[in-house]
C-alpha cells in the first residue's frame, strides 16, 4: 500500500490502536489534523517495523486529481483485500475491507435488531457512499461531490444553507408522519 501511495506522489500518515506516525512534522494538513484528533504525530523516517498493528493508512496530498487516481488504482489492485476510499478531497483513508461505514451500518443493524431499510444516512464525502449503499433512506448534502451525489437516493441543500436540519424534517421525519 505504501508502494502504491508513493507511487502518486501521495504523503504518508499510519495510524496504529494509539499512535499516528508521519514522515514530515509540517507536511500538508498535518497540522489540520493534529487539531481534530487532539494529539500531535510521531514523525519518523521510515515506517518501516510500525507496519504489523496498522489500523488506517491515509495517503494525503493536494493535488486532488493525484489523490482520485490514487483511489482509483488502489480500488483496482488491492480492492478485495481493503477499503479505500476519500474522506476528504485531499485524504484517500485505507483501511481493513470490513473498516468502512458501509459495514458499520451492517453491524449497527444486527447489535441493534433495526433493519437497514429503517436506517437514514446523509453524508457529502465519497467514503460516505458505502453507507448509502446499505441505508435505507440515504441522504447527499448539497456541498457534496456529484459523484456522492449520485450515490443516494435524496439530495439536501448544502451545509452552509441548513442542508442537515432540511434533510431530517423533509426525508426522515415527514416520512415518518406519513
Not at 507496519?51 to 483496482?76: N, P, W, Y
Amino acid at each position: 500500500m505504501i508502494d502504491i501511495l508513493t507511487r502518486h506522489k501521495l504523503d504518508i500518515w499510519i495510524y496504529n490502536e494509539k499512535d499516528w506516525f508521519v514522515s514530515s512534522r509540517h507536511g500538508p494538513h498535518v497540522d489540520r489534523e493534529e487539531w481534530t484528533v487532539k494529539f500531535p504525530p510521531i514523525v519518523v523516517s521510515t515506517f518501516d517495523g510500525l507496519l504489523d498493528r496498522v489500523m488506517k493508512i491515509v495517503g494525503v496530498s493536494d493535488d486532488l486529481g493525484a489523490v482520485a487516481r490514487c483511489e482509483r488504482d488502489v480500488q483496482q489492485e488491492r480492492g478485495e483485500h481493503v477499503s479505500a476510499a476519500r474522506s476528504q478531497p485531499y485524504y484517500l483513508d485505507v483501511t481493513h475491507p470490513k473498516a468502512n461505514k458501509g459495514d458499520v451500518i451492517t453491524v449497527l443493524s444486527e447489535m441493534l435488531q433495526v433493519p437497514t431499510a429503517n436506517i437514514a444516512t446523509i453524508g457529502d464525502m465519497p467514503n460516505d457512499v458505502l453507507m448509502f449503499k446499505r441505508s435505507g433512506v440515504s441522504i447527499a448534502m448539497g456541498n457534496a461531490s456529484l459523484e456522492v451525489q449520485h450515490g443516494a437516493r435524496f439530495v439536501t441543500s448544502s451545509n452552509k444553507e441548513e442542508g442537515f436540519a432540511l434533510a431530517m424534517e423533509r426525508f426522515v421525519l415527514r416520512s415518518q408522519a406519513a
